[in-house]
């Protein structure tokens, strides 16, 4: 969903800023268990070069930190569990400072964003007038609190935002249109891309008739494909979602924004018979972050392992991410977080965690969120790149420009600066 009608839009294929050659150091996370799949964890050493996974070996031992050069060092990270950094599969990031808007549930998404869209009107008229660049950081922000590295941002990708030093990865290999009934030259975006980018666009949003018809007409025109990524799909029938298997084509579930705008969502019977599904956060406009959908996803029946793959694996194969993005294995991208180590299994241990548990975040082996206890684990150096943010009374470090941000936020907001609904400082 979206406050801004987009259009069709070609996005480019952008080299992940993660694959420079001149990572500044090497490093080993020692003493902490790691996460072998969704059931099963080890205790392990995590040796990383270069921003990749060199080796991970079984090791019971733990080491203090030292510093052999000022290029290599050793991180103590007893008492935590290990996993791949959190793939969001669907945001529109440029919403992070937004409060939900609306008064549904609606029959479709249309209705919604007409009935919300005044932008003359607080709060969106002083929301719109923060500059782009730092709402989209905003949105990064609230992604790298939640364990995210990887977001897919359904909109035009800014590449002068997008760079090395954004608190995230977000995806630069896709096309997209907004919809069907706010897209434009949706044949021209499909048939301009390669059979391996993913083409994304919402469908189904909504539980009229005509929603319901959508991948229908999606079919018709020749736009349903194994690149075909369609988010919501909350009306598809029966017929329609046999039409998606034999297709190829993927879904992407965002169940808190379902509910809120719609009154339903998908069921987590369908979740389980579509192999290619992935989850979103959509964006706090009608829902909020990715560890509030995983909890939710948890809630409404679904296993703690099958919403550990939604945002790890299954969600990295939706998306065609071809680094190693979701797992935690030699030769991967080295994003991995650390929450603490509660005995239970990867998947049971993140269907439960909240902002709170989110330790620490590394994208591409380099230190984007710090909590105070692992802040203490690294070397000043480290210390030194990052700002402390508190949200929601959650003090965190982050490799972000938060003093700038709140900074330029302020100038067109009153009161206190709410990211995802909460307070930061």
């Not at 921003?51 to 991970?56: A, C, F, H, N, S």
């Not at 030292?66 to 060092?73: A, K, V």
């Not at 180590?341 to 269907?351: C, F, H, Q, R, Y």
């Not at 490799?399 to 709140?406: H, M, Q, S, T, Y």
Request: proline residues 6%; negative net charge; glycine residues 8%.
């Amino acid at each position: 969903m979206t406050l801004e009608i987009g259009y069709a839009h070609r996005g480019q294929v952008h080299a992940s800023s993660d694959c420079r050659e001149d990572k500044p150091y090497s490093l080993r996370l020692c003493g902490a268990r790691v996460a072998v799949d969704a059931r099963s964890a080890i205790p392990a050493d995590i040796q990383i070069e270069r921003g990749y996974v060199k080796t991970i070996c079984p090791n019971n031992s733990a080491h203090s930190v030292s510093l052999p050069n000022g290029e290599s060092f050793v991180v103590d990270l007893r008492g935590y569990l290990l996993l791949p950094g959190l793939i969001n599969a669907h945001d529109h990031l440029d919403f992070g400072l937004f409060p939900r808007l609306g008064r549904g549930p609606y029959p479709n998404a249309e209705q919604w964003a007409r009935d919300i869209y005044d932008p003359e009107s607080s709060p969106i008229r002083e929301l719109l007038k923060v500059p782009k660049w730092v709402r989209l950081w905003w949105g990064g922000i609230n992604n790298l609190l939640e364990g995210v590295t990887t977001v897919c941002h359904h909109n035009e990708f800014y590449t002068d935002v997008f760079d090395d030093d954004f608190p995230v990865r977000v995806l630069g290999n896709y096309t997209w249109s907004h919809s069907l009934a706010f897209g434009r030259g949706l044949d021209l975006t499909f048939r301009s891309s390669s059979s391996e980018t993913p083409y994304i666009i919402h469908l189904g949003e909504g539980t009229d008739a005509a929603s319901t018809a959508e991948v229908f007409e999606l079919d018709r025109r020749g736009l349903l494909d194994a690149r075909t990524v369609i988010v919501h799909g909350v009306a598809i029938d029966d017929t329609g979602h046999e039409l998606l298997t034999q297709r190829g084509a993927a879904l992407i579930w965002c169940p808190s924004s379902n509910l809120f705008t719609l009154g339903a969502t998908l069921s987590p019977q369908r979740i389980e018979r579509s192999p290619r599904t992935a989850l979103g956060s959509d964006s706090p406009i009608t829902a909020g972050n990715l560890l509030t959908e995983i909890r939710l996803a948890r809630e409404l029946g679904c296993t703690a392992e099958e919403v550990f793959d939604l945002v790890t694996g299954q969600a990295a194969d939706v998306l065609r991410l071809r680094q190693g993005e979701g797992l935690l294995r030699a030769g991967a991208i080295a994003d991995v977080i650390a929450l603490p180590d509660i005995g239970l299994s990867p998947a049971e241990t993140l269907v439960l965690a909240t902002t709170k548990e989110i330790e620490l975040v590394l994208l591409a082996g380099e230190p984007r969120l710090l909590s105070e206890d692992t802040l203490s684990r690294f070397p000043s150096n480290v210390q030194r790149s990052l700002e402390l943010i508190t949200l929601a009374g959650i003090p965190r470090y982050v490799r972000a420009p938060i003093g700038r941000l709140l900074q330029e936020a302020k100038k067109q907001l009153d009161g206190p600066i709410q990211l995802a609904g909460k307070d930061v400082l």
